[in-house]
Structures are given as structure tokens and as C-alpha cells.
């Protein structure tokens, strides 16, 4: 009798610590909030909005909203790329808070919040949105809490922040329109430099100074290489006195155009050059013999490619940016430069030739 006894009150406690458990680490599904099928971010918000703080672990950007543009802070005020600021708050607007995932603390703490924060400020500082992004979901959904609320939601799209604050920017440097370019001068790498005019786009470029004997202008040459410095966006930044900066300053291009407006802009394009060594190497000739001869190797990579951009009007803001950080472009605005003005010329026809026909 007394076993009996002992085996129910063991089952009842059984069913108690199942119970208190259950409780303790499960919400009911009919624990609900307000703001359950409303989106992260309304629309009656965005026009207080005038600053948007991101925060991914130890990585924290600030992008204040002025003139139409958003300015990144940390990054000397440069402007943010407005596609990627679109859809973030595009976003926010789509996303929905689907059900409360809990309300218990103890859970909450295994969500995976206090790492990544998305903040929406007024221009008075007043919070406009304060949100805490935890983890994804193995369903897609994404685990989110507005500020330090001791309450979990379950969002409609999973989504993160990104920490690399480059990646936000607006990479554009210049957007020239080529057919407005009249006059073209290059100094290249080896003290060589060439002058170049056209009174309209639908001119040859024609050059200020003679020629060497026999030769003439290479116009596909000069047009690849206008269009590669017309259009030119950046990759990444540096500081102004970074050791690959001051190479870079040491081996460059120098290259000014000039508008149709009288409006020039002179880019000074450079790399810290390749590090090239002989050494002996054993190889072997025709006859299958060993043999020890000399061959050169590249023992340091070039730099990456670094421009630095002066416009003639004093408020573009271009020159500001240039006098804060390197911009850091592609190794093809360097390459499209030949290094001396043969690059830039080809034979001239002989007189027997047909016009239009090349030896």
C-alpha cells in the first residue's frame, strides 16, 4: 500500500515539474500584442526620421539625412549609396510582426539579441524606431524587440545589418558626359605628356603639338581611356598618410579635362609599381641538359590604384572628399594609361595606301 502511495506521489510530482517546466520555458499561442500584424516601421514615421544609427557588433554607423542625401558620419560625411538606404527602410516598412515569439525572459536571452540595432531618430532626438535584431529563424523569419523590451516578436522576412560602413557608400566619384570633353592632357609615367582638343564630339582628337615622324593619333586608345576616367566610381578608403598612399603618389598618371563649360577636372591616378627580382633557376634546354640562367620574378605585387580628383568649382564637394581620405579605384583606370605617349599613337598610312587601310 504504502508503494502505491509512493508511485502516485512520484507521477504527481512527475506531472507538476512537466508542468511548471512547460510553463516556465513555452508562451501560450494566445499571449499576444497590439502590434502583431502591424509592420516594423510605419509610414506616418518616416517623415519624422532625420537620422538612422546601425550597429553591428562593434562597428556603429551613423547616417544623418541632409539636402536629400544621407551622410555617412564615421566615414568623413561622405554621401550613403540611396538604393541601399531605400531598401532598408523599404524593408522595415514590408516587414511584419507576425506573432510573439515569448515574453519569457530566460528565453529571450537565447534569441541572439544585443548585436545588430537598427535606430530611427527625429531631428530631436527623440526615438523614432529602436529596434533589436536577433536570429533568423529556422523557418526564414527573423527574432526581433524594440529597444530593451522584455518582449520577443517573430518579424515576416528574416534580415540583418551589414558592418562594413564602405559598403554603404555611394561609390560614384564622377559621372562626365565624354561627348562634352574638348581638351585632353596626360602626363604619363615616363615625363612624357600630350595635349589633346576637339571642338565637338563628332571630331577627331587632334593634337596641339607635332607628332613623331610617321605617326598619328590612336583614337580607340584615347576614347578607351576617356571612358574609363569619365566614369568612375571608388572601392574602398585609406588614410591620406597610408605607406600604399604616398607610393602610389610617387608613381602615378596625371590627366585633365576639360569640359565644354570651361569646367576642368584634373585626376592624378597612381600605384605603388611591382617589386621585380632576378634569381638563378635551374631548368633544363633543348638538348635536356641542366642548365643555371637568370630570370626575373615578381617578389612584391603592385599597390592598389589610388585617384585623387580636383575640380575647378570651388563648391564641388568632390575636393573636400579628396582633401579627408584616398579613394582607392580599379587597376584598369591605371592600366588604360599607357606609360609613355606611343600608347597613344599608332602608324600613319602612307600615301599608297587607301584611305581607311592600315600596313
Same mark, same amino acid.
Given at each position: 500500500?504504502?508503494?502505491?502511495?509512493?508511485?502516485?506521489?512520484?507521477?504527481?510530482?512527475?506531472?507538476?515539474?512537466?508542468?511548471?517546466?512547460?510553463?516556465?520555458?513555452?508562451?501560450?499561442?494566445?499571449?499576444?500584442?497590439?502590434?502583431?500584424?502591424?509592420?516594423?516601421?510605419?509610414?506616418?514615421?518616416?517623415?519624422?526620421?532625420?537620422?538612422?544609427?546601425?550597429?553591428?557588433?562593434?562597428?556603429?554607423?551613423?547616417?544623418?539625412?541632409?539636402?536629400?542625401?544621407?551622410?555617412?558620419?564615421?566615414?568623413?560625411?561622405?554621401?550613403?549609396?540611396?538604393?541601399?538606404? %531605400?531598401?532598408?527602410?523599404?524593408?522595415?516598412?514590408?516587414?511584419?510582426?507576425?506573432?510573439?515569439?515569448?515574453?519569457?525572459?530566460?528565453?529571450?536571452?537565447?534569441?541572439?539579441?544585443? !548585436?545588430?540595432?537598427?535606430?530611427?531618430?527625429?531631428?530631436?532626438?527623440?526615438?523614432?524606431?529602436?529596434?533589436?535584431?536577433?536570429?533568423?529563424?529556422?523557418?526564414?523569419?527573423?527574432?526581433?524587440?524594440?529597444?530593451?523590451?522584455?518582449?520577443?516578436?517573430?518579424?515576416?522576412?528574416?534580415?540583418?545589418?551589414?558592418?562594413?560602413?564602405?559598403?554603404?557608400?555611394?561609390?560614384?566619384?564622377?559621372?562626365?558626359?565624354?561627348?562634352?570633353?574638348?581638351?585632353?592632357?596626360?602626363?604619363?609615367?615616363?615625363?612624357?605628356?600630350?595635349?589633346?582638343?576637339?571642338?565637338?564630339?563628332?571630331?577627331?582628337?587632334? %593634337?596641339?603639338?607635332?607628332?613623331?615622324?610617321?605617326?598619328?593619333?590612336?583614337?580607340?586608345?584615347?576614347?578607351?581611356?576617356?571612358?574609363?576616367?569619365?566614369?568612375?566610381?571608388?572601392?574602398?578608403?585609406?588614410?591620406?598618410?597610408?605607406?600604399?598612399?604616398?607610393?602610389?603618389?610617387?608613381?602615378?598618371?596625371?590627366? *585633365?579635362?576639360?569640359?565644354?563649360?570651361? *569646367?576642368?577636372?584634373?585626376?592624378?591616378?597612381?600605384?605603388?609599381?611591382?617589386?621585380?627580382?632576378?634569381?638563378?633557376?635551374?631548368?633544363?634546354?633543348?638538348? /635536356?641538359?641542366?642548365?643555371?640562367?637568370?630570370?626575373?620574378?615578381?617578389?612584391?605585387?603592385? /599597390?592598389?590604384?589610388?585617384?585623387?580628383?580636383?575640380?575647378?568649382?570651388?563648391?564641388?564637394?568632390?575636393?573636400?572628399?579628396?582633401?579627408? *581620405?584616398?579613394?582607392?579605384?580599379?587597376?584598369?583606370?591605371?592600366?588604360?594609361?599607357?606609360?609613355? !605617349?606611343?600608347?597613344?599613337?599608332?602608324?600613319?598610312?602612307?600615301?599608297?595606301?587607301?584611305?581607311?587601310?592600315?600596313?
Amino acid at each position: 500500500m504504502n508503494l502505491k502511495k509512493l508511485y502516485l506521489s512520484t507521477a504527481i510530482l512527475a506531472v507538476l515539474a512537466f508542468i511548471t517546466y512547460f510553463l516556465k520555458n513555452n508562451d501560450s499561442p494566445k499571449v499576444q500584442d497590439q502590434r502583431v500584424g502591424s509592420p516594423i516601421l510605419a509610414n506616418a514615421q518616416l517623415d519624422k526620421v532625420s537620422t538612422l544609427e546601425m550597429i553591428s557588433g562593434s562597428e556603429s554607423m551613423t547616417f544623418i539625412r541632409q539636402d536629400g542625401n544621407w551622410l555617412l558620419q564615421e566615414r568623413y560625411q561622405l554621401p550613403a549609396d540611396p538604393k541601399q538606404i %531605400a531598401n532598408l527602410i523599404k524593408q522595415l516598412k514590408d516587414t511584419t510582426l507576425e506573432r510573439v515569439a515569448s515574453k519569457n525572459p530566460e528565453r529571450i536571452s537565447d534569441f541572439g539579441f544585443g !548585436i545588430d540595432y537598427i535606430n530611427l531618430l527625429a531631428e530631436d532626438g527623440a526615438s523614432v524606431l529602436s529596434l533589436d535584431l536577433g536570429r533568423e529563424t529556422e523557418s526564414g523569419k527573423q527574432l526581433v524587440r524594440f529597444g530593451e523590451e522584455e518582449i520577443a516578436f517573430v518579424a515576416s522576412e528574416a534580415f540583418g545589418v551589414n558592418g562594413d560602413p564602405v559598403s554603404w557608400l555611394k561609390k560614384s566619384l564622377v559621372s562626365l558626359d565624354r561627348d562634352q570633353i574638348r581638351t585632353l592632357k596626360v602626363s604619363l609615367l615616363d615625363g612624357s605628356s600630350l595635349e589633346l582638343s576637339r571642338e565637338s564630339e563628332d571630331e577627331d582628337w587632334m %593634337a596641339t603639338s607635332e607628332l613623331p615622324e610617321g605617326m598619328t593619333l590612336d583614337q580607340a586608345a584615347i576614347d578607351r581611356a576617356i571612358g574609363r576616367v569619365s566614369q568612375l566610381n571608388f572601392v574602398n578608403l585609406a588614410e591620406l598618410d597610408d605607406p600604399e598612399v604616398l607610393a602610389a603618389a610617387a608613381n602615378q598618371v596625371s590627366v *585633365t579635362l576639360t569640359m565644354s563649360d570651361e *569646367t576642368n577636372y584634373t585626376f592624378e591616378i597612381g600605384r605603388r609599381p611591382e617589386v621585380r627580382v632576378e634569381k638563378q633557376v635551374e631548368t633544363t634546354n633543348e638538348d /635536356g641538359e641542366k642548365i643555371s640562367e637568370k630570370q626575373e620574378e615578381v617578389e612584391t605585387p603592385a /599597390g592598389p590604384v589610388y585617384v585623387k580628383i580636383e575640380s575647378s568649382k570651388a563648391d564641388d564637394p568632390l575636393n573636400k572628399y579628396m582633401d579627408q *581620405t584616398a579613394f582607392a579605384t580599379t587597376s584598369t583606370l591605371f592600366t588604360a594609361f599607357p606609360e609613355s !605617349i606611343e600608347g597613344f599613337l599608332k602608324k600613319a598610312p602612307s600615301d599608297s595606301e587607301e584611305p581607311g587601310e592600315e600596313e
